[in-house]
Structures are given as structure tokens and as C-alpha cells.
């Protein structure tokens, strides 16, 4: 009787060990999981377009190039001198007077306020330019009578 004990507690024993054994067959329902991405960074907000514009002459309207000039409120304005004479540019509302510029120099920068405006040459009064114009202006008439040689 003692063998059928013994032989019984066996069989138990080993049924036991195989119903909790760690063969494999099974899913595990938790799963080591992959940490989340961080956040993307917010994107910098865009620094202001700087415009460069030339003085190529003392004709009127076609003394600046590109005239009219196309620039965004904020926007830094540059004035680069190509002519050979000295110059003196200012807007026609008075909000920037940008002052002399010497043949080969560039002007202070100058951020645009606004949706932008007319501007002029001081010295050239027939110089004149525009930012956000739809077309260049039209020069002023010119003060000096026809047929005084000037």
C-alpha cells in the first residue's frame, strides 16, 4: 500500500509540475513596450526677411532697384549705394529718414512698420521709390525751366 501511496504522490507531484511548468505555449499579456517619442519642439517663429534695395542712378523711378520692392512688415529695409554720387533717402510720410549714403556704402537697416510707403533721394527730389507699391511713383516735375542748360 505504501508503493501505491508513494506512486500516487508521484504521478500528482509530476501532473503538478507540468501544469505550472514554464513551457512556453502561452502569451503574456504584458509587453515591455517601447518608450513614447517626446513632443516635437514648437518650430521658432521665422526671422524677419531683410530687403536689399540698390541705388543704381538719378533717374527718377528707375534710380532703385527692384522698385517697386516687395517687403513684409518687419522686414529689415537696406539701401546699398551703387551709384557714384552720394545720396540721402527718407520716406515721403516722414516715418524714416534714412539719411546720407556714400557711392559703394549701404544704409542702417531700417524695419519696415506697416504695410510700407513712398520714398525719396533728398539731394534728387526726382529719385523716388516704393515699398509695397503696386508701381513705382511718378516723379515730381522738375523745378528747373526747360532750356536753362541744367
Known amino acids: 500500500m505504501r508503493a501505491h501511496f508513494l506512486t500516487g504522490a508521484i504521478l500528482t507531484a509530476a501532473v503538478a509540475m507540468w501544469s505550472c511548468g514554464g513551457g512556453g505555449g502561452g502569451s503574456s499579456t504584458a509587453s515591455p513596450s517601447a518608450p513614447s517619442p517626446a513632443p516635437a519642439p514648437a518650430p521658432a517663429p521665422a526671422a524677419p526677411a531683410s530687403v536689399t534695395i540698390s541705388i543704381v542712378g538719378s533717374d527718377g523711378s ?89
Not at 549705394?81 to 529718414?97: K, L
Not at 526726382?126 to 532750356?147: D, R
Open 62 to 150: 528707375r534710380a532703385f532697384s527692384p522698385n517697386p520692392v516687395q517687403a513684409a512688415s518687419g522686414s529689415t529695409i537696406v539701401w546699398r549705394n551703387s551709384d557714384s554720387t552720394t545720396h540721402s533717402i527718407v520716406m515721403d510720410d516722414g516715418s524714416g529718414a534714412i539719411g546720407n549714403i556714400a557711392p559703394g556704402a549701404s544704409s542702417a537697416p531700417m524695419q519696415l512698420r506697416g504695410s510700407g510707403g513712398n520714398y525719396h533721394c533728398t539731394i534728387h527730389p526726382s529719385m523716388v521709390g516704393s515699398i509695397n507699391g503696386a508701381t513705382a511713383p511718378t516723379p515730381p516735375p522738375s523745378e528747373t525751366p526747360p532750356g536753362d542748360g541744367y
